[in-house]
């Protein structure tokens, strides 16, 4: 038995230090990773200080393929889009990159002046240029159901169906109460309170719905136009460059987008999805 348990002892100890030998190389490579990623970072900001956007593009658009989620960063990558954008070596969709930047920047710091700023300058830039080129783009807003669905978080719409749902139950109660008043207001809260219903619980459905299975994306190229299922063309007119809209589902190379009430097909590297805030951050 001793023997059994001196061995059952050096397993034991050779466990812990397999575990603990694994706790230090993870620990070691997260800071490893870190200090590189702040190491790029600073090599992109020194690089735009000096203009040389393609030193630091390639940097800033290294740590996006990490999934780095940081607000200068993001801003920083739309900086570095929108001054190649304005220089010699400029590239189709240098524009629609940089909105996509700041936007992911206001994302994930809302208050962020010089974004917002920065993408009025952008959206600007492309109304002008299409301008010069003749182009007479189509005002499209958000459909009424999105602006509704979206003006609220999915919690809020439960939480406004499930205070409705005890207005109904207060009001069927009060119902068959002697007072009168208390009758009256029972009359009052049911219809009420079952119009309400009718109207949150789809709400928050839909708005649950567009939360997990719809994300924001920016165009990234000059315009592009929508495709129907049978990848024939539709009516609704092309979307401009640096134009954000509603991204589905993807089917091999292709997009499923909305734009105000339009929807359609278009391909997937004419568009680029925001990256979303981790549910901690």
């Known amino acids: 038995m001793s023997g059994a348990r001196s061995k059952l002892s050096t397993r034991g100890r050779g466990l812990l230090a397999a575990i603990a030998l694994g706790l230090v190389l993870t620990a070691w490579s997260s800071h490893a990773q870190a200090d590189d990623r702040e190491e790029r970072f600073s090599r992109a900001s020194a690089a735009l200080d000096k203009g040389d956007t393609a030193t630091a593009l390639l940097d800033l658009e290294a740590l996006a393929d990490r999934g780095v989620l940081h607000p200068d960063v993001a801003y920083s990558r739309g900086l570095a889009y929108a001054m190649r954008a304005r220089s010699p070596s400029a590239e189709p969709g240098d524009l629609g990159r940089a909105a996509e930047g700041f936007e992911e920047a206001l994302r994930l710091r809302p208050d962020d002046r ?10 600007a830039e492309v109304a002008r240029r299409r301008a010069r080129m003749d182009k007479n783009d189509t005002v499209v ?10 003006t609220l978080s999915p919690v809020a719409w439960v939480i406004l169906a499930i205070f409705a749902s005890l207005l109904l139950a207060f009001g069927l109660l009060a119902r068959r109460r002697e007072r009168r008043f208390v009758r009256i207001a029972g009359k009052v809260l049911v219809p009420t309170s079952l119009v309400a219903l009718a109207v949150l619980v789809p709400a928050a459905a839909m708005s649950r719905s567009l939360t997990e299975t719809r994300r924001e994306g920016v165009v990234i190229v000059p315009e592009i136009g929508m495709r129907d299922d049978d990848g024939q063309p539709t009516t609704a007119p092309d979307i401009p460059e640096s134009t954000l809209i509603e991204v589905g589902e993807r089917r091999n190379d292709v997009l499923l987008v909305r734009w105000g009430s339009y929807e359609g097909w278009v391909p997937a590297e004419s568009v680029r999805v925001i990256a979303q805030p981790h549910p901690e951050g």
């Open 114 to 123: 010089d974004a917002e700023q920065a993408l009025d300058l952008v959206h």
């Open 141 to 150: 807003r958000p459909s009424l159901d999105r602006v509704l669905v979206t």
